[in-house]
């Protein structure tokens, strides 16, 4: 396919309440009014980034892992956010991408945010994600991945970079900037969808979700208000970008992956 319809919600989340969440997500996915190929949910989307694992942790067949299930089978769209998942007696904030047909593909945060203790908490991953979807290639990342360009650099010719996060307020100039500096470098679309509103340890977030060209010009931004948004992504102008300026062609050539102790 040479377009994507992508649709990404920011909203405020509802501390460690599984239930408002997931209510909450499905108001908001009754009222698309287009048809989409993508939805993009925040990071965490089931409790906000909490901490308190033993509580709040989910299998793989879990009921947010099931519920993602059904409204990608319901609205014909890949569904992608992360949630808490406890596995062999560890725990990960896991990204799932959902697809219509029940098939998933999964990547564990690699950069864990040691200022609120989440490297203490969880288990890093050691392997990046890439996804085909409707004919485009899909590199998901989370929230501080966003930091460390090497783990996101574009060694294998995907389309669009993505972003899911509960990035606080205090460092949105970081946040905004560093999207707009992967999309450029990367010459790939790019977007980054945060949270609004305050969470249950205070912390404040400003959302600016981001639809960035690979020329790195915004397409959409949206700051301080929940919102849903749509929006057609070109193959063709991805194409005119890297054919005008072929930096890509002159990039280090590097295994991304990294190997366990």
Request: with cysteine.
């Amino acid at each position: 396919m040479s377009k994507l319809t992508v649709t990404l919600l920011q909203t405020q989340l509802h501390w460690e309440s599984l239930s408002e969440n997931i209510a909450q997500f499905e108001q908001f996915f009754s009222q698309l009014e287009d048809e989409t190929d993508l939805i993009i949910l925040p990071e965490m989307f089931t409790t906000g980034f909490s901490m308190n694992t033993v509580d709040l942790a989910e299998s793989m067949d879990g009921k947010s892992v099931a519920w993602m299930a059904q409204q990608s089978e319901k609205y014909d769209a890949a569904v992608v956010g992360s949630l808490i998942i406890q596995e062999n007696d560890k725990y990960y904030n896991r990204l799932i991408f959902m697809r219509p047909d029940g098939t998933l593909d999964r990547y564990d945060k690699r950069h864990l945010f040691g200022m609120a203790g989440e490297d203490e908490t969880y288990t890093a991953g050691m392997t990046r994600l890439q996804v085909e979807w409707r004919g485009w290639q899909i590199c998901p990342l989370i929230c501080y991945d966003l930091r460390f360009p090497v783990w996101s650099r574009n060694t294998s010719d995907y389309d669009l970079l993505l972003y899911i996060a509960n990035w606080p307020m205090t460092r949105s100039f970081h946040w905004k900037s560093l999207l707009i500096a992967r999309a450029i470098e990367n010459q790939s679309f790019t977007i980054g969808v945060n949270c609004v509103g305050k969470d249950g340890n205070g912390y404040l977030y400003s959302g600016d979700s981001t639809i960035i060209s690979p020329a790195g010009e915004i397409l959409f931004q949206a700051h301080d208000r929940e919102v849903t948004q749509t929006q057609v992504l070109e193959k063709t102008e991805l194409k005119r970008v890297r054919r005008r300026l072929p930096f890509l062609a002159d990039r280090d050539h590097f295994d991304i992956n990294l190997k366990e102790n």
